[in-house]
T-cell receptor
Framework: AQSVTQLGSHVSVSEGALVLLRCNYS??????LFWYVQYPNQGLQLLLK??????LVKGINGFEAEFKKSETSFHLTKPSAHMSDAAEYFC???????????FGQGTTLQVKP | KAGVTQTPRYLIKTRGQQVTLSCSPI?????VSWYQQTPGQGLQFLFE???????NKGNFPGRFSGRQFSNSRSEMNVSTLELGDSALYLC???????????FGPGTRLLVL
């Protein structure tokens, strides 16, 4: 069965520092991959998605992710963290042609001033 | 376009009761998926409806059910509520399923 693993349930960075959130998937066939962000008491907002058109995907708010098939990874990065980036981030994978996403356990990003 | 809406936003029920949650997808979207979010289990897929048919189902007991109407609005029902059903229930819509899913704000259910 397909699974998604996010390494690190909590990541803390200083404002202005690099953000790196890790995601690995298990699938013999590259799935559709997504990163979502969730702010307190809100739903999920799409940051970016991998569509196989390009391995480096740019998303909103300065985030980007690189798909590496050899490592089955889809890590999320942002060059310079902002206080407003503090939230919970979810990596998700889907396959086939149905609306079923498998989510990682989430990573809470803390940004220190 | 208006986003995905869910009603009610908050709900308090007691054990043994049943509850119905509603989700209105983005106009033109025919796929609605439901997820349960809890601190312990994270985000888990409940089921997906496409053109009024359940197309996929997660590993939840039969107490969890859903349906979709001809206007793509969807409802999920939980019967005989248990304390462990306390969660944030999220629905997401997309045009056909595996494209980008857009999430609603969720319904927070508390079972006492």
């Amino acid at each position: 069965a397909q699974s998604v693993t996010q390494l690190g349930s909590h990541v803390s960075v200083s404002e202005g520092a690099l953000v790196l959130l890790r995601c690995n998937y298990s699938s013999s066939v590259p799935p559709y991959l997504f990163w979502y962000v969730q702010y307190p008491n809100q739903g999920l907002q799409l940051l970016l998605k991998y569509t196989s058109a390009a391995t480096l995907v740019k998303g909103i708010n300065g985030f980007e992710a690189e798909f590496k098939k050899s490592e089955t990874s889809f890590h999320l990065t942002k060059p310079s963290a902002h206080m407003s980036d503090a939230a919970e981030y979810f990596c998700a994978a889907g396959s086939g042609n149905t609306g079923k996403l498998i989510f990682g356990q989430g990573t809470t990003l803390q940004v220190k001033p | 376009k208006a986003g995905v809406t869910q009603t009610p936003r908050y709900l308090i029920k007691t054990r043994g009761q049943q509850v119905t949650l509603s989700c209105s997808p983005i106009s033109g979207h025919r796929s609605v998926s439901w997820y349960q979010q809890t601190p312990g289990q994270g985000l888990q897929f409940l089921f997906e409806y496409f053109s009024e048919t359940q197309r996929n189902k997660g590993n939840f007991p039969g107490r969890f059910s859903g349906r979709q109407f001809s206007n793509s609005r969807s409802e999920m029902n939980v019967s005989t509520l248990e304390l462990g059903d306390s969660a944030l229930y999220l629905c997401a819509s997309s045009s056909r399923g595996l494209e980008t899913q857009y999430f609603g704000p969720g319904t927070r259910l508390l079972v006492l």
